[in-house]
């Protein structure tokens, strides 16, 4: 049987490790609380409570890892909740900790990339604009050395499961960029991606896993909350610049992955 470990068992982390449960693999999981860690055993998951610092990780994290066949780094950057937090810092602690023969799925985000560089793939170098754009890619290049034991995924905006944007945007004012397209992708989607990557072994690579679906953001949050019966938000009529539209160019290619849930619609989340 195989164990996967997944540092950071969250929204998505957990969706991740049920289905590999069911998969009958063994699943570590990490949380930051007691409280947290008990809901995950309740779904199969041997819980640990883990926090990467910028200076170091308490909990047992060698326990954690030890056993661990491949560990799947799901834990975002933080920095909207601590500016201090540095998240290249915390991953290279991560690295540093890895066992020579555990391989590495690391949740990266499409936030490499600036607002405004357009049509993007795999192939294009990323130039983020942000500070949390340059530790993502920071991170990612810590995570590449690692050569053929580690894959990047860059995921797009996550939908699903209780999480819509149009629930937050909804009945706001003054939102920018109306035409920018959206990047979003699905809970259920992600699963499907880093499941078929897991099973079928695909190491060493960097890939983008964003629904092809883009619309402009306008449109299609208005269109969201319309037919949800959520207040209408309503965009800024200032032009902008944003105009980033994230490719998945690879995954069909390297194992025929398609989009279930393309348009990411709020009645599906
Ligand atoms: N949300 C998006 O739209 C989006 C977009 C692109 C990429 N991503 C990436 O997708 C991954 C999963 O995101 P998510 O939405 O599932 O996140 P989430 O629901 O916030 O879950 C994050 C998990 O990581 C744990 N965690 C947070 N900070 C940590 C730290 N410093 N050390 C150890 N554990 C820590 C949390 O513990 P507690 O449960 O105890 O709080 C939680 O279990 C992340 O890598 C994120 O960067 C997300």
């Not at 170091?56 to 500016?83: C, E, N, V, W, Y």
């Not at 900790?97 to 192939?123: D, R, T």
């Not at 130039?127 to 690692?146: C, F, H, T, W, Y």
């Amino acid at each position: 049987m195989k164990t996967v470990s997944i540092l950071g068992c969250g929204w998505l982390g957990k969706a991740v490790a049920d289905t590999l449960i069911k998969k009958s693999y063994a699943v570590n999981g990490s949380v930051r609380s007691e409280k947290k860690g008990k809901t995950l055993k309740t779904i199969g998951v041997t819980p640990y409570i883990i926090q990467v610092e910028n200076t170091g990780i308490t909990g047992d994290f060698d326990s954690f890892i030890s056993k661990a066949d491949i560990l799947i780094t799901a834990f975002p950057p933080g920095i909207r909740q601590d500016p201090n937090a540095n998240y290249a810092a915390r991953i290279k602690q991560v690295l540093a900790s890895l066992p020579s023969n555990c391989k590495l799925l690391h949740m990266s985000s499409i936030g490499v990339f600036g607002a405004m560089q357009g049509e993007v793939n795999e192939s294009t170098l990323p130039i983020p604009d942000r500070n949390v754009g340059e530790q993502l890619l920071d991170a990612e290049k810590s995570v590449m050395a690692l050569g053929t034991h580690a894959t990047i995924i860059r995921l797009g905006g996550l939908v699903g499961d209780g999480r819509h944007p149009a629930k937050q945007l909804a009945g706001k004012t003054g939102i920018s960029a109306p035409t920018a397209p959206t990047n979003l992708v699905h809970q259920i989607d992600v699963v499907n991606f880093i499941t078929a990557i897991i099973e079928g072994n695909f190491w060493g690579e960097t890939l983008h896993c964003v629904s092809p679906s883009h619309q402009q953001r306008g449109d299609f949050y208005t269109k969201e909350c319309e037919k949800n019966g959520l207040a209408l938000p309503q965009f800024s009529k200032n032009k902008s610049g944003r105009n980033k539209k994230v490719l998945d160019t690879k995954s069909a290619e390297l194992f025929g992955f398609t989009y279930q849930l393309a348009g990411c619609h709020f009645k599906d989340c």
